[in-house]
């Protein structure tokens, strides 16, 4: 389902409605929108995906084999995500949960540490060794620079959610703002551990302050936390 923004001539000045469905629901005014950082933002994205293209297909190749080999397969997982004004897309990841991960979360509601609709629970048994191991160094994401390259996501961001639009609350669509990410300010904050609505308000942080500048400092602070292995990834 797609979210539209929409100037409503009976709202007052400097707020915005948002079309959910057939129902009109407003809220204030989000920060103005920079087609210039916008433009640069994708162009650096799209520099970026190319560039690490070598690297990151010997990356898949190897990581695809291991998965393969160690857990058989599918060896990619692919997932409905909410994107930029709603829009739903498919986003990719290696496969690092056993096959049958879906069913067994039913079984396993009970001990969801976080509130809301998000899911985590520690040591999940559903991961499996190997992509355990995928998830600590991040190597799971790679096949979204894909998702990159298609224009659906970017490289920094807030994070697509597998659930609807629909189910969230009015002030969580701001974070549909912008394109969702590979990364983002939660990510670099060093709080794994925070249910959606404190992730909201980090993302919602994210566009009051977004620049270039500021998403390459995401990307350093990424960099770092990769390589010291903390992080929410």
Request: aromatic share 8%; hydrophobic share 40%.
């Amino acid at each position: 389902m797609a979210i539209r923004l929409v100037q409503a001539s009976t709202a007052p000045a400097g707020r915005l409605s948002r079309q959910v469905g057939g129902e009109l629901l407003r809220r204030s005014a989000p920060q103005t929108l920079r087609p210039g950082y916008e433009r640069a933002k994708r162009a650096f994205d799209v520099a970026v995906c190319l560039l690490l293209l070598p690297a990151a297909a010997t990356l898949i190749g190897l990581c695809a084999l291991a998965v393969l080999v160690y857990d058989g397969r599918p060896v990619f997982f692919s997932q409905d995500r909410t994107g930029r004004g709603g829009r739903r897309f498919r986003m990719y990841k290696f496969r690092t949960m056993v096959a049958n991960a879906a069913e067994l979360k039913a079984e396993l509601v009970a001990l969801n540490q976080l509130s809301g609709p998000d899911f985590k629970i520690e040591n999940d048994p559903r991961i499996t060794r190997l992509g355990a191991m995928l998830r600590k160094t991040s190597l799971d994401e790679v096949p979204q620079l894909l998702n990159v390259l298609r224009g659906e996501m970017s490289l920094v961001g807030p994070r697509p959610t597998s659930f609807e639009a629909s189910t969230y609350d009015l002030w969580h669509t701001e974070r549909l703002e912008v394109t969702p990410g590979i990364t983002g300010l939660w990510q670099v904050s060093g709080r794994s551990d925070v249910d959606f609505d404190d992730r909201v308000r980090l993302d919602i942080e994210y566009l009051e302050k977004r620049s270039f500048g500021f998403d390459l400092w995401i990307l350093f602070r990424t960099v770092v936390a990769l390589v010291q292995q903390r992080g929410a990834y």
